[in-house]
């Protein structure tokens, strides 16, 4: 067990329901595993809103977190009221493939217990949630020097044959019987992570 006295990223965990309709997604994925949703990406975001001593700290958590070097998010206009000047420095991120992605989408989900309201999905079942404390996640000590830091995460899915968008020869549209759904990523998050949808 957790400190929190929840199971570990590693526990296994009683399987989250299936609805009969998400139940029939998996059965075409078993059936065709071409159609099967992958990881294409995980985004994470550090916003701290203004340059200077705390967007540092938060680059280095974001390293230490992630592994990689991350880049600068810069405002887009001015904000008087926030004493925030256009094109300033005001937060960090980086994308994570792999997986390195699908190791920290896992310790992600644990840090919000496995459940996210539905309303987290967007149309093309795609994933986005918060973490108010990164000292949420598994097996991080709270540093004095960085203090305490919130992030998002971003889960950007998609499936084979979606490159003929951006292919640079003959790009075509994706086809809609190709696109996946917000019910389909749902399901997905539910039979591939275990994760609990309110």
Known sequence: MSRRGKPSVEEEREPVPLTEEEKKYVKDWQANPMRKPLVKKVSVNFSVGASGPELEKARELCETLTKQVPAEGK???????????????????????????????????????????????D???????????????????????????GFNTTVVLERNGFRIKKRRIRPHKVPMRHKISKEEGIAFFKHEYNLGVE
């Open 75 to 121: 405002a887009k206009e001015s904000v008087r009221g926030f004493a925030i000047r256009k094109h300033e420095p005001i937060a960090v991120f980086t994308t994570l493939r792999g997986e390195l992605a699908k190791e920290f989408l896992k310790k992600s989900l644990w840090a919000i217990e496995d459940r996210v309201s539905s309303k987290k999905f």
């Open 123 to 149: 149309m093309h079942g795609n994933l986005s949630f918060g973490i108010d404390d990164h000292l949420n996640l598994p097996n991080i000590k709270y540093d004095p020097k960085i203090g305490v830091h």
